[in-house]
């Protein structure tokens, strides 16, 4: 099962729910995987605490041109989309962080002055998550090898899937972590996204945690979900950017569900919205000082708060049951 969340507005808590539903699952003995792509600002690593055993680099090809062999017939601007590569006068330069890497250069030089060089981008980070048993003690171990292989990273998770070992050693659950990053002055996200994707799970639980917004990389990150889960807070912002999200996602053809976090406050246009368009709200979680302190301290409110836990257990066997009388490749047709 491949969830993705997401969120129109960023603050609405949707990491929270994609770290908790990443450990539910993991606690429930589903082999689990969360992929935090919101890759400007990562940040579910401050709750799960992986233990980082691999990073690798992202790149992407741009230009680099063989002035030797350059004839300065423009071909390379006429074609770029993004103004990535351009003329001064009879000279060719190019703008690396413009550029989305398409190859379209290259392939229309007709002297093969374009060459293709990396350029690096960020990196995605591959780690363990250490769980406590019940009594709060550290109890995980890797049982085959620390790192994911990154030659195959969609092949390789039968053999080099670490083991956690939650409740000493009576429990054996598969959970670890992937994050992209990107560099410091990046601008283009997709990329790192798109890898840290090659790592989804074919068989088991993945979580994907989206970024926040509508733009490409939340398109990216949500692309092939089974079910998109979007969190948003009963605000005048939280209900304009639900609606902005939810009208651009629902061209995704992906079912998907609605949590509305910090229920208690603001008004009632979230819901009204979601039972007009017959969106499933998958849950309700109430604005307390509890959460909050919980959440303060950078741990997990499943692990904290029994309720809680209780809750998100609910939300994931209603996306279960949501996508098992889901007709397969049928639209948003959940809550319907
Ligand atoms: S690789 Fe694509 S985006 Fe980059 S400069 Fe060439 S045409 Fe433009
Ligand atoms: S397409 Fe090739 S030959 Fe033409 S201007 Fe660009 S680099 Fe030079």
């Not at 004839?71 to 423009?74: E, I, L, V």
């Given at each position: 099962m491949k969830l993705a969340i997401a969120s129109g507005k960023g603050g609405t808590g949707k990491t929270t729910f994609a770290v908790n539903i990443a450990y539910v699952s993991a606690m429930r003995g589903e082999r689990t995987r969360y992929i935090d792509c919101d890759v400007e600002e990562p940040n579910g690593h401050i709750f799960l605490q992986p233990h980082i055993t691999d990073s690798v680099p992202v790149a992407i090809p741009i230009p680099e041109v063989d002035e030797a062999l350059c004839?300065?017939?423009?071909e390379c601007k006429r074609i770029c989309q993004y103004s990535a590569i351009t003329m001064i006068l009879d000279k060719v330069i190019v703008f690396p962080e413009l550029?989305?890497?398409?190859?379209g250069c290259a392939l229309v030089c007709p002297t093969n002055a374009i060459s293709e060089v990396p350029r690096e981008m960020g990196v995605i980070e591959k780690g363990i998550i250490h769980l406590a048993g019940s009594d709060g003690a550290s109890s995980a171990q890797s049982a085959s090898g620390d790192a994911i292989d990154d030659s195959n990273p969609v092949q390789?998770?039968?053999?080099?899937m670490p083991v956690v070992d939650l409740q000493a050693g009576t429990e054996k659950v598969f959970f670890d972590f992937v994050q992209g990053k990107m560099n410091i002055?990046?601008?283009?996200?997709v990329p790192i996204i798109r890898k840290a994707k090659?790592?989804?799970?074919?068989?088991g639980v993945s979580i994907v945690d989206a970024p926040p917004g509508t733009s490409c990389p939340v398109i990216e990150s949500v692309r092939g979900a089974d079910f998109l889960i979007l969190v948003t807070e009963p605000t005048p912002f939280g209900f304009n950017d639900l609606k902005l999200a939810v009208e651009t996602l629902e061209q995704l053809d992906i079912p998907m569900g609605i949590v509305i976090n910090r229920y208690g406050m603001g008004n009632e246009e979230v819901e009204k919205f979601c039972s007009e368009r017959g969106l499933p709200i998958l849950g309700r979680f109430p604005f307390e000082r509890r959460i909050a302190e919980v959440y303060s301290r950078g741990e997990i409110l499943s692990r904290e708060l029994p309720d809680y836990r209780e809750m998100i257990e609910s939300l994931l066997d209603d996306v279960i049951a949501m996508l098992s009388r889901q007709p397969s490749g049928g639209k948003r047709g959940v809550g319907d």
């Open positions: 004839t300065s017939c423009g550029c989305h890497g398409c190859g390789e998770q039968t053999e080099t002055k990046e601008s283009l996200a090659e790592y989804v799970l074919d068989e």
